[in-house]
């Protein structure tokens, strides 16, 4: 069982629409990420949150907003989006930024039309 | 630049065989070295990591590592392969250079026959 659970688990969305993917961890670590998968593929870093401050945002374009409510708690919003953004979004945690292991979550299956 | 290198886009074995996946890292000091698995549409699992001390590491599900550092590599290893073990397998590498950060290696899918 996976203690880091992203929701949804699937989604399909147009260009133009207005979604968000949640993460959620309680095993108190102050270190979140999101990362992207393409098909066959390594995950690919996208944001750092840590303390809940952004630490690191790797050029990612503006319509992938992040957001840390709180340090359980990690959403990265969507909006206009392109189909080239279809992929697997993986959220993960570790105790600290610096103590490198990740647990990750199963991830959210994102299908732009 | 720090790089890492999973040769082996694809492996197939027989279960009950030994496995060994490799890695290569490219990097001035000795990193940090994790291995984990994808199943398939899944999020990805830690089997073990190197941070110091003992150069084999055991993981879990019966997989072990060693690290050499002469040749650069972290290569993992299973005595007898199950066909639950078929999945993607990622090499990763923690570096602290500025703020922590964690560089996979491109996967090596397993397949395993019957």
């Known amino acids: 069982d996976t203690e880091v659970t992203q929701t949804p688990k699937h989604l399909v969305m147009g260009m133009t629409n207005k979604k968000s993917l949640k993460c959620e961890q309680h095993m108190g670590h102050r270190a979140m990420y999101w990362y992207k998968q393409k098909a066959k593929k390594p995950p690919e870093l996208m944001f750092v949150?840590?303390?809940?401050?952004?630490?690191i945002n790797e050029s990612v374009p503006s319509r992938f907003s992040p957001e840390c409510p709180n340090s359980s708690l990690l959403n990265l919003h969507l909006h206009a989006l392109q189909p080239e953004d279809s992929a697997l979004y993986l959220c993960?945690?570790?105790?600290?930024?610096?103590?490198?292991?990740?647990?990750f979550g199963e991830g959210s299956r994102l299908t732009v039309l | 630049a720090q790089s890492v290198t999973q040769p082996d886009i694809h492996i197939t074995v027989s279960e009950g065989a030994s496995l060994e996946l490799r890695c290569n890292y490219s990097y001035g000091a000795t990193p940090y070295l994790f291995w984990y698995v994808q199943s398939p549409g899944q999020g990805l699992q830690l089997l073990l990591k190197y941070f110091s001390g003992d150069t084999l590491v055991q993981g879990i599900k019966g997989f072990e590592a060693e690290f050499k550092r002469s040749q650069s590599s972290f290569n993992l290893r299973k005595p007898s392969v199950h066909w639950s073990d078929a999945a993607e397998y990622f090499c990763?590498?923690?570096?602290?250079?500025?703020?922590?950060?964690?560089?996979f290696g491109a996967g090596t899918r397993l397949f395993v026959k019957a």
């Open positions: 993960a945690s570790s105790q600290t930024r610096d103590t490198g292991e990740l647990f």
């Open positions: 990763a590498v923690g570096l602290n250079t500025g703020g922590f950060k964690t560089i």
């Open positions: 949150y840590s303390y809940e401050k952004l630490s």
